[in-house]
C-alpha cells in the first residue's frame, strides 16, 4: 500500500512539477504622483526575505508606516529618522533569500526558493528624500515567475 501511494505521489509530481526556485521578477517605480518620467528607478538595493522569519523588520515597516512625520512634525520626524536607521540595520543583518540592485531601467531579478510568503524591500540614497524605501510581501510558491513593482516613496508599505 504504501509502495502504490509513493508511486502515485512520484506520477504526480512528473505531470505537475513544481518549481524549485522563483524568479522575482520586479521593477522600482517613483511614485505615480511625483512620476515625470516612463522610467524606473536605478541603484535600488533590493532585498528578498523570508517574510515570516523577519518580525523585527516587519515591526519596524509597520511602525515607519503609522509615523506622522511628513506634516513636518519634529517629534515625528526624530523619530521616524530612528526607527529608519533600526530598520536599515536589521536589514542588513537579516539572512537574505536573495538580494540584487536596480539597473538603469529600474530592474531586478532575484531568484529564491519556494516559500509561502516573501518579503521584497528595495531603499535607495535619493537626494532631498530623507527615507526612500518600498516594501511588499509577495506568494511565491508554485509559480516559476511573480512581477514585483515596488513604488520608491519616502513612506510606504504595500
Not at 512520484?10 to 521593477?27: M, Q
Request: net charge negative; with cysteine; hydrophobic share 40%.
Amino acid at each position: 500500500m504504501f509502495l502504490r501511494g509513493l508511486a502515485l505521489a512520484g506520477l504526480l509530481s512528473l505531470a505537475h512539477p513544481v518549481p524549485e526556485k522563483i524568479l522575482l521578477d520586479g521593477s522600482a517605480q517613483p511614485c505615480a504622483d511625483v512620476k515625470a518620467t516612463t522610467s524606473g528607478v536605478p541603484g535600488v538595493h533590493v532585498y528578498a526575505f523570508n517574510a515570516n522569519k523577519i518580525p523585527a523588520i516587519r515591526k519596524s515597516l509597520f511602525v515607519l508606516d503609522t509615523l506622522e512625520w511628513e506634516n513636518g512634525d519634529p517629534d515625528a520626524m526624530r523619530a521616524a529618522s530612528r526607527e529608519y536607521d533600526r530598520l536599515l540595520s536589521q536589514v542588513r543583518k537579516a539572512r537574505t533569500l536573495g538580494y540584487a540592485t536596480s539597473n538603469g531601467n529600474g530592474d531586478f531579478e532575484i531568484t529564491v526558493t519556494q516559500t509561502d510568503s516573501v518579503l521584497v524591500f528595495g531603499e535607495a540614497k535619493w537626494p532631498g528624500e530623507p527615507f526612500y524605501y518600498s516594501a511588499k510581501v509577495v506568494g511565491a510558491m508554485g509559480q516559476e515567475e511573480v512581477r514585483v513593482v515596488l513604488l520608491m516613496c519616502n513612506q510606504q508599505l504595500l
